[in-house]
């Protein structure tokens, strides 16, 4: 297989993305391309204040409107399950969080803005919305808990009634490692301490969320088309704890996908909304959220409040970390929300360093705010972002270089055990950070900072180390942890009589090229075209039980099933050949798409073997069964732990606070690469999302819970002149040692490699111009950059 | 109730809207040319981008009525006549420039329009043109590197990255 090039097709080629040819021709199928026959339309009425009781809700103008089909309200989900959460914490007592109900419309109370109340089911959408109009609500407004602080005091208003209060669980980490943490930090010779606030963020695929459900009168069987990253887990959850659907009757597809970011894990209201109402009013019904619901409806992101601690010891070596945080929750806890802070978290705080001790202190709180979860990197960049800029912060307290001190504390000797429970396979944080160097031209900046202090501006230099968890598993070991799920993946490779081949997959893709990445693997363990090879997903009557992609699993969980029910293929394929040759299995080998006989010039083309497989005439029918179609579960005995150290350059015009990014370099270690030109589209995408957390994005409540950024009028998104070109470079790879590819993870690195080292840019730009600003809290907007440059 | 009758991808096609029907929903709803899609509410995202009588227009800030008489032309119109790529088309697929492909077929009309009337563009020109489209998933640094190869100027192929 010709390698790194444009032309091959098998592992390490940057092979062209053949789903890109639909795409670019607007022959993509996303959900809200999909239409049913007969269709109806569904406008949700939302909540408008942020918390809320229901007095009343009439209905009686509307349901005489023109096109209405059906109105439901709260009371039609009585007896119905809520929606519900995939993961329970236990908290540092031994008690489990707080869990609270979350009906699918809303149940005495509104609890945030954009709570779905009632929904109308019409012919036609603006029937719909024009009906929903005519709904008169009754809804006394309640003081609302926004922000954390003054939701966890006595007297906070109560997001549940029936909750004791608004902590959901107060979370410790290790908790055998506080009495040590604390006499570290006690005896240390220097402590840096840092307060920093997380910024709430939307995660905003470009594809609003969209749910189609229809349902067969004649085999009671549902059909539901949605935007997830997850179908099976759709199925799971919605049928058996929301609607009580046998997995048998209900079918979820999740079709072409516009970006996930993590939002599109969760199980929603809509969905299960839409597959309710498809049998209760025999009517297919749609739903296609528009913008403005996505921001007041999709789960946010991020937004935790921490304080950290690094103490050092004398020669300046990392003794201890202890960090506070409080995370919120939102109203409700959407599927995975618990897990974030926590499992995701905690266990990340090590980060790339021998600290020898660490202890995490994790409260989660709930709000009158829509739910918080998983969103790009999930944890872990909270958790790098805390250690990063800390680390950054004692390197100017301690006045020494900040590479320098990475570079001292760096773990060097693998496997390595961290104090926080998770172990690390391998890993080359040195190599890394001298790619980067090279990459990001470290040398030059002293020059690039006096031509722009020539204009007048201030320059500044951030670099930053991460580590990720990715693949989170084994299945075993998160149940102990309170996942209420597997993380395994499936597989399987269907081999057709005239050998080609589809596999079916239980990864997902909204974006990240696996119909082009997963037939590389394929096609170089079989030696045939990769043309030959199709791939599967996103369908639950296709495939068998699959986890779906979240945390950089796909290839590195999804790509291991593949690549095992491969190796069973090739077994039964073999012995079908050793049969055809008159040989002995084991002198079988396959090559280049023939199978030959070792010592022989003996060959049978991998089409006759297949031939054979399905036209059983001359078959050892005895030993084997006819067909060749395999299947395999995969079940990772540890994550993988990619790892890499990035470089932004600022630019900052003390006129206006404004900050440009001028250069960004990441260097990662992702272990082994199926196709290059993808993994850096990967980091690329990354790299600007944190470049906007970092500097444009906010996702803002007034004090009565009002979302104030709730458009993209108001919640800056970066656009095209917001970044610059990106140096990425995957060179240094230490391959994951427990995983048959080697592969370790790389779609969300660059989102948790990258807000550090923007932030420390702008902080050294500023104390470049004579700013003793020690710390900014994201986004450094101009006007908090100028106040921070006013003192 | 009104009756509008435009050219699309150059065939006449005439329908009964609602006054309030916007060009998009004309396109993705009547006409099921669905390669046009819905990013946003706020006229803030460019995944809606056809051209009207030849310019880029975002077809969210547009009724359907507007175009009573034009000329539009849609994503689904832009591949060669033989089916394959066009030379915009071709290079963000050579270039990576997309991912999900949901902000791709506004990113294409866009870039068709930018090239029109500046065939060379610099990058910054590039970055500033496509202010009003909106990506996620690619961070513009392929998208960009596909429109500057689309005008014919040199860029390093992405086996070389
Ligand atoms: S849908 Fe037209 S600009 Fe977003
Ligand atoms: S490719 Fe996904 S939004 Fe641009």
Redesign the interface.
């Given at each position: 297989m010709p390698k790194?090039?444009?032309t091959g097709t098998g592992i390490g080629?940057?092979t062209?993305?053949r789903?890109?040819?639909?795409?670019?021709?607007?022959?993509?199928n996303?959900t809200?391309?999909i239409?049913v026959h007969g269709q109806a339309y569904v406008h949700f009425l939302r909540s408008d204040v942020a918390h809320g009781r229901i007095n009343g809700i009439d209905t009686s103008a509307a349901e005489g409107m023109p096109g209405v089909v059906r109105i439901f309200t709260g009371k039609d989900f009585e007896g119905i399950g809520g929606l519900p959460c995939g993961w329970q914490v236990t908290d540092k007592h031994g008690e489990v969080m707080k869990e609270p109900g979350h009906p699918v419309l809303a149940q005495g109370k509104v609890r945030h803005v954009g709570d779905p109340v009632a929904a109308v089911v019409a012919d036609s959408l603006?029937e719909a919305r024009d009906a929903a109009e005519a709904i008169i609500l009754d809804i006394e407004e309640l003081p609302a808990a926004v922000n954390m602080k003054a939701a966890l005091e006595p007297d906070a208003p109560k997001v549940h009634d029936d909750l004791s209060d608004n902590l959901c669980y107060d979370w410790g980490f290790v908790e055998e490692n506080k009495g040590a943490v604390d006499e570290a930090i006690k005896n240390a010779a220097h402590v840096t301490t840092l307060e920093l606030i997380n910024n709430r963020l939307v995660a905003?695929?470009?594809?609003?969320r969209v749910a189609v459900a229809d349902w067969n009168r004649s085999n009671d069987e549902y059909t539901l088309y949605t935007t997830s990253q997850n179908p099976h887990v759709i199925r799971l959850l919605m049928g058996a704890f929301v609607l009580g659907i046998p997995e048998h009757k209900l079918r979820v597809v999740a079709p072409?996908?516009?970006?996930g970011?993590g939002t599109k894990i969760f199980h929603y209201a809509e969905e299960a909304f839409c597959t309710f109402a498809a049998k209760a009013c025999k009517r297919p019904v749609k739903w296609?959220s528009?913008?403005?619901e996505a921001f007041m409806s999709d789960a946010h992101g991020r937004d935790h409040v921490t304080k950290i601690e690094l103490a050092l010891d004398k020669d300046n070596n990392f003794t201890a970390i202890r960090t506070e945080t409080l995370a919120n929750m939102g109203a409700y806890l959407s599927t995975f929300a618990p897990s974030v802070p926590t499992w995701l978290h905690g266990t990340l705080m090590a980060g790339n360093y021998k600290t020898p001790n660490i202890y995490v202190n994790v409260k989660a709180v709930f709000t009158n705010t829509v739910p918080v979860d998983a969103y790009r990197g999930a944890g872990r960049p909270e958790a790098t972002y805390q250690l990063e800029r800390v680390i950054d912060m004692a390197a100017r307290e301690l006045g020494v270089d900040p590479i320098a001190l990475r570079r001292q504390n760096f773990i060097t000797e693998f496997p390595y055990a961290t104090p926080v429970a998770v172990e690390y396979d391998t890993g080359n944080y040195p190599a890394t950070m001298d790619k980067l160097e090279e990459i990001a031209d470290l040398a030059g900046f002293d020059a690039r900072r006096k031509e722009s202090e020539a204009k007048g501006k201030l320059r500044g230099l951030g670099v930053n180390c991460y580590i990720e968890a990715c693949g989170i598993a084994p299945s075993n070991l998160v149940g102990q942890l309170g996942a209420r799920a597997g993380l395994y993946e499936s597989a399987t490779v269907r081999v057709n009589a005239t050998g080609s081949i589809s596999v079916m997959t239980g990864s997902h893709s909204?974006?990240?090229?696996h119909e082009t990445a997963f037939p590389q693997v394929v096609a170089e363990m079989l030696g045939i075209d990769a043309s030959m090879i199709d791939i599967v997903h996103g369908d639950t009557a296709r495939g068998p039980m699959g986890m779906g992609t979240y945390g950089s699993r796909s290839l590195a969980v999804g790509g291991s099933a593949m690549v095992r029910a491969t190796e069973k293929i090739i077994n039964k394929a073999k012995k079908i050949a050793a049969h055809l040759m008159e040989a002995s299995e084991g002198d079988i080998e396959l090559k280049n798409g023939q199978f030959t006989v070792a010592g022989t010039d003996k060959s049978v083309a991998w089409g006759d073997v297949t031939l054979a497989a399905y036209v059983p005439h001359n078959y050892p029918l005895d030993d084997i069964e006819p067909g060749l179609e395999e299947t395999a579960f995969y079940d990772p005995s540890n994550f993988t732990y990619p790892s890499g150290a990035y470089a932004c350059e600022v630019e900052l015009d003390p006129e206006t606070g404004k900050v440009t990014v001028e250069r960004f370099s990441a260097a990662d270690d992702f272990g082994n690469i199926i196709n290059?030109?993808?993994v850096?589209?990967?980091v690329?995408?990354?790299?600007?999302?944190g470049i906007g957390q970092a500097l444009l994005e906010n996702c803002i409540y007034d004090e009565n819970g009002q979302l104030l950024s709730a458009?993209?009028?108001d919640y800056a998104?970066?656009?095209?002149?917001d970044?610059p070109?990106?140096a990425?470079d995957h060179s240094c790879q230490t391959p994951c040692t427990h995983n048959p590819l080697g592969v370790k993870g790389c779609g969300e690195a660059?989102a948790i490699g990258s807000p550090p080292s923007v932030i420390n840019a702008v902080i050294d730009a500023l104390q470049s111009g004579g700013h003793k600003v020690a710390h900014l809290d994201m986004p450094a907007s101009p006007s908090r950059v100028w106040a921070a440059m006013q003192g | 109730m009104a009756k509008v009758a435009m050219t699309v991808n150059g065939k006449s096609v005439s329908r009964e809207v609602e006054g309030r029907t916007l060009l998009v929903q004309f396109l993705r709803d009547d006409l099921r040319l669905t390669g046009t899609h819905v990013g946003c509410d706020t006229s803030q995202c460019g995944a809606c981008v056809v051209h009207v009588n030849g310019e880029a227009v975002k077809a969210c800030t547009m009724f359907a009525l507007e175009a009573e008489g034009a000329e539009v032309t849609t994503i689904e119109a832009m591949a060669n006549e033989d089916g394959s790529l066009n030379v915009v088309q071709q290079a963000f697929q050579d270039y990576h420039g997309l991912q999900c492909g949901f902000c791709t077929p506004g990113m294409v009309m866009s870039a068709t329009s930018l090239l029109k009337d500046n065939p060379k563009p610099t990058e910054q020109e590039i970055r500033d043109y496509l202010e009003g489209n909106i990506c996620r998933c690619t961070g513009y640094h392929n998208i960009i590197k596909a429109i500057m190869a689309a005008s014919g100027q040199d860029m390093p192929s992405m086996a070389a990255e």
């Open positions: 790194d090039s444009a080629a940057s062209k993305r789903e890109d040819v639909r795409f670019l021709t607007g022959n993509g996303y809200d391309d239409n603006a905003n695929p470009m594809e609003p072409d996908v516009g970006g970011f296609t528009t913008r403005s909204h974006g990240q090229g290059p030109m993808i850096s589209g990967q690329h995408g990354g790299i600007a999302q458009s993209y009028m998104m970066p656009r095209a002149d970044v070109f990106y990425v660059g | -």
